[in-house]
């Protein structure tokens, strides 16, 4: 092996674009209007960045073993996915009317709706190294859902765009009911419906391992690992971290008024009577959780609650019973 062998490092183009690379006039004061948002494209392709490691460095001489987050740059979503745990590290989605067509208000979950949906099927990621890859058989009777991180009703817009959210790179193991079936649904749902009240809704979706106290007084983070050898983590939490625009006033339609808000759902069954409300968590909390950096502190500081701009509040659907029932669609509504 040449000692000048170019290292791919953990480095890509893709996966600062809707973090860091919202770029916004500074604003200090909570709730004041700052400048549009600017989200830089990324329609450059799939291509993960390779550095040479600086020379003079010599320890790396015979490999540089990483990590990589894979890029993952796909026609409705960009994420990074962790070759590790094998599933996305998170996964980032940028949800308009446009993005969504008129479906997306019919409040409907039904699958039925979700026409195209049908003719896609989960496939594995071979863009992801076979050593790495979540395999369809870790999945197969392990008792868990392949959980889109990045839902097939948000990526209508083409069929292979919603091909794509079935790659294995875009999922991770959900308790299926009562989880992925319903809450989760819902909250995908409610995410969806932003549109009607913003003009621009970005949702990031992220897997994440909590610490939990046991009775020694010690702190530690269980998870199950699925698959035979075991291949995927299952992660004990999952986290929607949603930023929402609109103009601030009409005569400013260039000042945009800006809403965050971050949920952290257990990866378990949620009763429908749980309030959406009883799910937020600091932005920050879910940044420390994850090890990433979701907003800039200038974002943090302009934004306000999404709470306090929009109803948190999910629909609460069950189509498996109300087909069986007849079942009325009933609204939470979050107790003051
Ligand atoms: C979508 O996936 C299905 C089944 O997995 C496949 O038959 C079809 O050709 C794909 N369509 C596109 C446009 O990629
Ligand atoms: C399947 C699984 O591991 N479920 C866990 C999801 O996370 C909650 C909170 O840690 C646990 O209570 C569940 O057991």
Known sequence: MP???????????????????????????????????????????????????PAGLPVLKYGNPGPIADPLVRKAYVAAYDRRLRHPAWTAEHLSLASLGKSALSNSLDPSESGDRTKSSFSEDLSIPAAFRARLQDYFRSGYDRGHMVPAADAKSSQEAMNETFLLSNIAPQVGDGFNRHYWAYLEDWCRRLTGTFQDVYVFTIPLYLPKLGPDGKWRVIHEVIGNPPNVAVPTHFAKVVLATRPSTPSTPHLSEVSTGAFVLPNSSIPDEAPLESFVTPVEAVERAAGLTLFSDEIKEAAKHICKTTKCQVIVRRFDDARKNGRQVKAITAPK
């Open 3 to 53: 000692s000048s062998i170019a290292i791919h490092a953990a480095i890509f183009t893709a996966g600062a674009v809707v973090g860091g690379g919202i770029a916004a006039a500074v604003a200090n004061r909570k709730g004041r209007p700052i400048q549009p948002l600017s989200v830089q494209t990324t329609d450059k392709g799939n291509q993960a960045v390779a550095l040479t490691a």
